[in-house]
């Protein structure tokens, strides 16, 4: 690991969505056990931030049904900041229940992929994070609350999305109480170009309160566009094991960064993840083998790390 | 497409390695007829500079045996600068009687890999190169001679390779008549922040005789890595249509860029290749249909262009 250049982030956070966005995806149903031996060998190999699923109803994502019990055992794990995606105040209800760090509301910039995905309008959604951000108050809770900006560079279902759009629904998130937002290239349809223009910008309105980049890889860009976001000072990025995931509304969505190719891109470039990467692969590996027949991604666990990447002995 | 940020290129040229670099490293031997097919194909797919094969001896690469025929009939299309790999002055005294429009030699930074893969050390090729410069100015032939800086970010064999003795060696190759010099990372060892150090530096030495970066996916880094390449004004990238090839002692070896997938990300981000992506899809699938079984790569072809791409009506 060589040094940073100046202008990058000396330490970036990967936050693991696998359990979330990968698993939501996948037909097969891990077990909860499974769940927690995903978690235990995650915090192991240095992972910090962890998406642990989603309070959606269990009819809808029988994947998730277990949130309740994986969040609980999140929370016996020190160190571990655990997350939950909340698709609305009865899911954020749930979140502050089971006393998760981070409750993540996602917003659709497309009105067709919002009302598809969310059966909402966009403004819907913000004003859900008004009603969401009163009971966290109201519940003495510490749970923070992230608005999530997705499809923010274009949509399979409405094509083009507009910048001055997810500008305005980023800022309307934050009016409306969000701690902090984020942005997602949903379907993949982002360049390095176009993340550069549109991170800029919401930086420029969230300040530090923007917190994260989430990029899929369905046209190979998920690290370029990562790289991109990076040059403007972002330093946490959602990334999947095994780079699975995908979105229901994006047909042939080749699935999340990889956590472990993005580990590897990060540290090689001499920024610390405090990741130990075997680790991570060993994890891959066992989580590759338990959702067995369904596709998973990534080239570092194939080739291996290069003969030049110097590793800790332990991790 | 939108307008690319002033400090990038506003266009690219993507090199087509698929017919040499690609073909050398596959088992099937595809037919000189189909190698012309392909050539006529790339170029009106608008590609307009292509390694067509290698004159190395016929025994040690019969896929490529038939280069002499392939560079003759690139010749007759109009606007395609074709370019061939040669070993050593023998294999330049082919190109020079094919009067093909560049000639490529490689040079290992890596003495250990420049021993295992061309039995000689990088100096002695130095030393051949200003042979073949001796040679083509004999010749009276226009060909051009670009001096190719392999494993330019380390190597499986040897492990590291100082980037002192990769700058050490270009200036040693321009020294002895290189017209070009290039940097290859053969092995997939590079990582953005590399790529930006060692290119900087090569871009010092070599100024507009630095010609272009070759990129291997092995770890999925190939296309950030040419985004960190494009930032300090490099224009030029190898690449092979659906990302065929790697490297006979690079194990693992996922294969280079892929043209298609790096065409999208260049036109993505509003830098100009000349290049019609449809066309080259479906070139593609034709060129993997003749490869059946062997190892394809890339995202684009399984995905699509996004909805919000603009592409022209014909090739």
Not at 41 to 58: H, M, R, W
Not at 143 to 165: D, K, M, P, R, Y
Request: hydrophobic share 45%; glycine share 10%.
């Amino acid at each position: 690991m060589t040094a940073a250049p100046s202008s990058l982030t000396r330490k970036a956070i990967i936050r693991e969505v696998g359990l979330r966005d990968g698993l939501q995806s996948i037909a097969t149903i891990v077990p909860t056990e499974r769940k927690r031996e995903w978690l235990r060998d995650a915090v192991a190999a240095g992972q910090t931030e962890i998406e642990v699923g989603s309070f959606v109803p269990a009819r809808l994502m029988p994947q998730l049904a277990d949130t309740e019990e994986v969040l609980a055992y999140a929370k016996t794990l020190p160190g571990l900041f655990a997350s939950v995606l909340v698709p609305n105040l009865r899911g954020a209800e749930r979140a502050l229940e089971g006393d998760a760090d981070l409750m993540i509301l996602p917003l659709s910039a497309s009105h067709a992929h919002s009302l598809a995905n969310l059966r909402k309008t966009p403004d819907d959604v913000v004003a859900e994070l008004g009603r969401i951000r009163a009971a966290r108050d109201a519940s003495g809770r510490k749970t923070l609350i992230e608005g999530g900006v997705g499809t923010a560079f274009g949509c399979t279902i409405q094509g083009h999305v507009e910048e001055s759009e997810v500008l305005r629904l980023m800022q309307a998130l934050l009016d409306a109480g969000a701690d902090r937002v984020s942005l997602a290239d949903t379907v993949g349809y982002a360049d390095p170009a176009s993340v550069g223009r549109l991170f800029e910008k919401a930086l420029k309105i969230a300040g530090d309160r923007f917190c994260c980049g989430h990029f899929h890889d369905t046209r190979g860009l998920a690290l370029v566009n990562v790289h991109a976001a990076l040059q403007l000072g972002v330093s946490r990025f959602d990334a999947s094991l095994a780079g699975i995931g995908g979105c229901p509304h994006a047909p042939g969505a080749s699935g999340n960064a990889s956590t472990e190719d993005l580990a590897f891109m990060l540290e090689a470039m001499g920024i610390d993840t405090g990741l130990h990467i075997p680790a991570l692969l060993a994890l891959r590996a066992k989580v590759a083998g338990w959702l067995d027949g369904e596709p998973t991604h990534g080239t570092l666990w194939r080739a291996g790390l290069p003969k030049t990447f110097a590793t800790p002995a332990t991790a």
